[in-house]
C-alpha cells in the first residue's frame, strides 16, 4: 500500500523510523481536525450540534496529546524543549531559547 509520509524509500527505513513517522503523521492529522473543529463551531448556530462538534474536538485534544507524549518518550531532545516551554507562565519565546539551550545538554 504506498504512502507519501516517507520522504525515504520505506524499505530502507527501521520499523522504529516508520513508526515515528506514523506517529507523526497522527499528531499532524489530529492538530489538523483540532482547527477543523474550530472553525466549524465558530459558525454553527445549532447548539446541540455544537456541542457534539465540541465533545470530538476534545477527543482530538487528547489523540494529540498522547501522540505528542508517545513521539518525545522516544526523542529525549524534544522531551527537553518540552518541558522547557509547555504549562508555563511568562513569555513563550523566552522559554523557547531556554528549551534550546536544554536540548543541548541532552
Not at 482547527?35 to 463551531?41: A, L, P
Not at 518525545?72 to 507562565?89: G, Y
Request: net charge negative; hydrophobic share 35%.
Amino acid at each position: 500500500m504506498p504512502t507519501d509520509q516517507y520522504h525515504e524509500p520505506a524499505g530502507d527505513l527501521s520499523q522504529e523510523i516508520r513508526t515515528f513517522a506514523r506517529m507523526a503523521a497522527s499528531l499532524q492529522e489530529e492538530a489538523e481536525a483540532i482547527g477543523w473543529y474550530e472553525q466549524r463551531m465558530s459558525l454553527e448556530r445549532d447548539p446541540g450540534a455544537r456541542a457534539i462538534m465540541e465533545d470530538a474536538q476534545e477527543e482530538e485534544f487528547k489523540h494529540f496529546a498522547m501522540a505528542l507524549e508517545f513521539l518525545s518518550r522516544r526523542k529525549p531532545k524534544w522531551r527537553a524543549v518540552l518541558q522547557s516551554v509547555l504549562f508555563k507562565e511568562g513569555d513563550i519565546v523566552e522559554h523557547g531559547e531556554e528549551g534550546e539551550e536544554a536540548e543541548k545538554k541532552t
